[in-house]
């Protein structure tokens, strides 16, 4: 089992969720979040004068899947998310020891 | 021949009726020559009805610009703190009203005294419908000088601390100085025929509808306020003005647009007169202004930010209708449009010098739309007005008497510096001590805990928008 944690722009959020589920994937977690990378944010201004905001609102899709849907997976995030500019974001791919269903107590890749 | 013919038609048909109308004269002349004293008298009662329903109507508008204020400076601060400024605009008329019954309007237009201060009328006595009339008109300007600095004091200014000041506002800084400028016609200080400055400068001190006695006032005494009471935290950063955005821009422009609705009456009623037709001139003359001023701060942002800035742009409006409204009522349309452009770079320069140099943290620019460009239009009437009775003027009853600079005229130009020098010293002066008294009894500010987390719940125990702020739950820790 591997958790893929993918942090994209707010705005292709239902593209990604579309792709995923072409590929019949529709379980996930998604969470709100700020965050910045190299670039430090954007620049805005406000009454003459011009400030950085930096951090940016983005989307954190986390989902725990078997190891071999792992890379169809990670193809599709990263084709569905890409608009080919800065801030596009990024998949972190990590192993995971257990999962349990709490409903049933079914254990590992029959609980995903 | 046709045309001839019809000429000739009309001219007989014009001799027929003066022929009718002489008749008419002669024999009923007699018996309506009764009647005129009658018609005069419903004439005039008619007059007067006018202006009662033209200046509770024009109260009204004006009474609206609390609505404006209290959206315009929720817009520009955050959401932690809008139900706190909600308050202290709602306060602010609530209490206006009271003292303004109380006191204000008797030490305003009481029976003068050397033409410093009025003595009498406290409480409205012996009001009849004139004066409530009056009355009504001039308490919602009372409450608007009175409101203009708690925009420069938002976000860290203690409710106590505000509600104390806006009192000795209301009840003295106001109509102490209105009653120099607007209380007696003989005595008053800067414009009363028979004061001793107005006759050393041969010219009496004209503020329309007050850019000096209600707006350069209520800037002057958001400036001392907002330096005793200090930045938010935050706002500077080693001497460097840092940003701190507002919340809403759309609160920000409807609380605007309402204010440039509220000076249809302000200026539109500031005649007094239901019958003075030169209200159209007012009108047309504070638009003209309006409008200028905020082309002119869109063009500065756009020049020198790169993009124009809205909530300045929004500030350029106001700083416009601020600089015409004591002269909107004494210039030529052309000279309204110089006014606003002025006005609006005044704005400009006074945002950026209040940061930069005088480190003052103003959230909305009340200090540079209500101070600054009220000093300017107060001179401006001394550089552009026609004087009474020339050009365009001449039924004028209300305007500035003198020619401005540019038609060869100087007292009056001297005696709007005088008027100009007083609100600063006045406004600044006495609300800089009233503060400090306030600072060493009540305290200004709240404390440091309570900033952070926010005035809302602080001082209310409620916030703005519970939906959608999830505060961390230290709240009381």
Redesign the interface.
């Known amino acids: 089992m591997k958790k893929i944690e993918a942090i994209i722009r707010n705005k292709m959020f239902p593209n990604v969720k579309d792709a995923l589920e072409s590929i019949g994937i529709s379980s996930m977690t998604v969470a709100h979040v700020e965050g910045r990378g190299k670039q430090k944010g954007v620049v805005?201004?406000?009454?003459?004068?011009?400030?950085s905001v930096d951090l940016i609102p983005k989307i954190k899709i986390e989902m725990v899947v078997p190891d071999k849907d792992v890379e169809k997976l990670v193809e599709v995030i990263k084709t569905s998310a890409a608009t080919g500019t800065i801030g596009d974001g990024k998949i972190f791919v990590s192993p995971v020891e257990s999962a349990i269903r709490i409903r049933t107590g079914d254990k590992d890749e029959s609980a995903l | 021949m046709i045309d001839n013919l019809n000429t000739k038609k009309v001219s007989y048909l014009r001799t027929v009726l003066i022929t009718a109308l002489v008749l008419c004269f002669v024999f009923v002349a007699p018996v309506s020559a009764a009647n005129i004293d009658e018609t005069a008298e419903s004439i005039a009662n008619l007059e007067t009805a006018l202006t009662f329903v033209w200046l509770i109507l024009a109260g009204a508008i004006v009474f609206f610009m609390h609505a404006g204020f209290s959206l315009l400076e929720s817009g520009l601060t955050r959401t932690k703190n809008t139900a706190n400024i909600l308050m202290k605009n709602l306060i602010t008329i609530s209490l206006g009203v009271i003292i303004y019954w109380i006191i204000g309007w008797g030490i305003m237009y009481g029976a003068s005294a050397s033409g410093l201060v009025g003595t009498d009328q406290f409480l409205l006595s012996g009001a009849d419908n004139s004066l409530w009339n009056e009355w009504w008109f001039q308490m919602v300007f009372a409450a608007t000088a009175a409101t203009i600095v708690s925009g420069a004091l938002a976000e860290r200014t203690s409710l106590k601390a505000y509600i104390a000041f806006t009192i000795v506002m209301v009840a003295l800084i106001y109509p102490i100085h209105g009653h120099w400028v607007w209380g007696d016609e003989q005595l008053s200080l800067l414009s009363g025929s028979e004061s001793p400055i107005v006759t050393l400068i041969g010219a009496a001190l004209h503020d329309f509808a007050g850019s000096g006695v209600v707006h350069s006032i209520g800037g002057y005494a958001a400036l001392a306020g907002a330096i005793v009471v200090g930045a938010r935290i935050g706002k500077f950063k080693n001497g460097v003005p840092q940003v701190i955005p507002g919340h809403s821009l759309t609160f920000a422009f409807l609380g605007t647009l309402i204010l440039a609705f509220g000076w249809i009456g302000f200026n539109g009623g500031s005649t007094l007169d239901g019958n003075d037709a030169y209200m159209n001139l007012v009108i047309v003359n504070t638009f003209l202004s309006a409008a200028a001023g905020a082309l002119t701060v869109l063009l500065i942002t756009w020049k020198k930010v790169g993009k124009p800035d809205p909530s300045l742009t929004a500030n350029g409006l106001l700083a416009g209708l601020v600089s015409i409204t004591a002269p909107c009522g004494s210039v030529e349309n052309w000279a309204a449009i110089v006014i606003g452009i002025v006005g609006g770079i005044i704005l400009y320069s006074g945002v950026m010098f209040n940061e930069n140099v005088l480190k003052v943290d103003d959230p909305v620019g009340a200090i540079a739309v209500h101070g600054y460009a009220g000093s300017w239009g107060l001179l401006s009437v001394g550089i552009f007005s026609v004087g009474i009775g020339n050009g365009i003027l001449v039924d004028a009853v209300y305007a500035a008497e003198g020619a401005g600079l540019i038609y060869g005229g100087i007292n009056q130009f001297i005696i709007q510096m005088v008027g100009v020098l007083f609100t600063i010293i006045w406004a600044f002066g006495v609300s800089y001590l009233v503060f400090k008294l306030i600072d060493a009894t009540i305290g200004m500010r709240v404390s440091e805990t309570e900033e952070i987390i926010g005035l809302d719940i602080c001082e209310h125990g409620v916030q703005a928008y519970p939906e959608y702020i999830l505060e961390d739950g230290e709240i009381g820790d």
């Not at chain 1, 805005?44 to 400030?51: A, C, E, K, L, V």
């Open positions: 805005q201004q406000w009454r003459g004068r011009t400030y």
